[in-house]
């Protein structure tokens, strides 16, 4: 049966009622300066709306000039998010959704997830969106790459607030794109914020290491010797102080070798690589026993100072070193510093250019993973734990131009972070070796 053509216009006629209803709260600003123009020019005339014009723009000029911060925070940002809202978001809200699946069909009516709300922030537009009843957060996290192509955006983030509210998050420009410069060394060295490079945000990214281990993987050329130098690089005051040491194996003797001089201990074979692991794991359990009772919490020291074991390629002695013997200790000793070495101050720095199972066993032993440039899809979650590719890390997607940008998932939060590790480069290991060795 075919619906009355009254009935259509009369539902017209309520959306656009509604909509004017709506209106001034969701855009007050805007509809308050058109309402208010609108008003002075009915009373006072079109000259005096231009002097009152005139006067607010020059109000505007100084606040932007004088307080750019919160002028950009205040009017800036929130005119950039309606502008967005009404000529991105949703201009293309119908298509976009009913091509990437995510239109829902009953009783031959379509229903839609809304847009809320729109902010930005100096890089990202983040859309507040209602889902359909009857839908779940992971069909749209299904479609981070349908929604990002469709709104123009270089990727799509997904934040679930609650069963039926998400926030997608668009950035409108990549922030990673140039290469950052080694960081400034820090004065103070916070073993458990080590900065290793910048945060899509524009935050620093900081690595925890002390009470962790860490496996970066990635392709080779993905920029894994960049966060291996950056972390070696911020803990340079406690290498030199002594309250922290770095024993490396770099079996490629390509990445660590050219700062040698900054390592406590250095193996670049299978046999000294294992007996530098089984060292390692002798001073972790020396520690263990002494603090047995006493202690709960390492805190470096001269004495007992953080060890972070650095191996460059750890599948080189756990899966393609042609003896059984020393894979076999490599993988127990490694298996036994994961597990026990946290709490006594021994941890793990390994890279690792393929994260499937039968290369690395261990893989799980290590809390924290850092993806950069992957080769296949599947490899996003084997790295950073399911759900991590369908939330936007799309790790096998990095282009390979952008060595050192990365996946990581942060302290707290399940919501994976772009990254990108600062480049240490040989002139700045030359300092750093001068600098620790003096
Ligand atoms: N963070 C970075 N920023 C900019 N350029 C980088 C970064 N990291 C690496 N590069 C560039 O990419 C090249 C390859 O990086 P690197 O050797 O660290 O990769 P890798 O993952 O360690 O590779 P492999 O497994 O082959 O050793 C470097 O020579 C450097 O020019």
């Given at each position: 049966m075919e619906t009355p053509g009254v009935f259509i216009l009369a539902r017209w006629i309520a959306r656009l009622v509604g909509l004017l209803v709506l209106l001034p709260f969701r855009f007050p600003v805007a509809v308050g300066t058109v309402a208010v123009s609108a008003a002075v020019w009915h009373v006072f005339g079109w000259v005096a709306l231009a002097v009152v014009w005139t006067i607010a723009d020059i109000g505007l000029l100084v606040w932007w000039r004088r307080w750019p911060d919160a002028f950009r925070h205040c009017v800036a940002l929130r005119a950039l998010a309606a502008w967005r809202w009404v000529w991105v978001y949703w201009r293309h809200w119908q298509p976009v959704l009913v091509v990437a699946g995510l239109a829902e069909s009953y009783q031959e009516r379509q229903y839609l997830p809304r847009i809320r709300r729109v902010a930005c922030s100096a890089w990202s537009d983040r859309v507040r969106v209602r889902l359909v009843a009857?839908?779940?957060p992971a069909d749209v996290e299904q479609r981070v790459t349908e929604l990002a192509h469709g709104f123009g955006a270089p990727s799509c983030r997904v934040t679930v607030l609650d069963a039926r509210d998400v926030v997608l998050e668009f950035p409108r420009f990549d922030t990673l794109a140039k290469p950052i410069g080694a960081l400034p060394v820090p004065r103070h060295v916070d073993l458990a914020a080590l900065p290793v490079g910048k945060r899509e945000d524009g935050e620093v990214w900081r690595l925890r290491l002390h009470g962790t281990h860490v496996l970066i993987v990635g392709v080779t050329g993905a920029g894994k010797g960049s966060v291996i130098w950056s972390a070696i690089r911020a803990m340079l005051p406690a290498i030199e102080d002594g309250t922290a040491e770095v024993w490396a194996i770099d079996?490629?003797?390509?990445?660590l070798s050219y700062g040698r001089a900054l390592f406590a201990r250095y193996a670049d074979t299978g046999e000294t690589a294992v007996d530098l692991l089984e060292a390692a794991v002798a001073t972790m359990q020396d520690r263990a026993a002494r603090y047995a009772?006493?202690?709960r919490v390492h805190v470096p020291t001269v004495e007992d100072p953080f060890v972070a074991v650095v191996v460059d390629e750890v599948a080189f002695v756990?899966?393609?070193?042609?003896d059984r013997d020393i894979r076999r200790r490599a993988e127990n000793a490694l298996a036994t510093l994961t597990s026990q070495g946290r709490s006594v101050g021994v941890s793990v720095l390994a890279a690792l250019q393929d994260p499937r199972k039968e290369v690395?066993?261990?893989?799980?032993?290590?809390p924290d993973k850092i993806a950069l440039r992957l080769d296949e899809a599947s490899q996003v979650d084997m790295v950073l734990g399911d759900g991590a590719r369908e939330r936007g890390a799309n790790a096998h997607l990095i282009?390979?131009?952008?060595?050192g940008v990365a996946f990581v998932r942060l302290e707290g939060s399940p919501v994976p972070v772009r990254v990108r590790a600062a480049f240490v480069s040989d002139d700045d290991i030359d300092a750093m070796t001068a600098e620790g060795v003096a």
């Open positions: 009857g839908t779940a079996p490629k003797r390509m990445e009772g006493r202690q756990t899966a393609y070193h042609p690395l066993n261990l893989r799980n032993l290590f282009d390979p131009d952008l060595p």
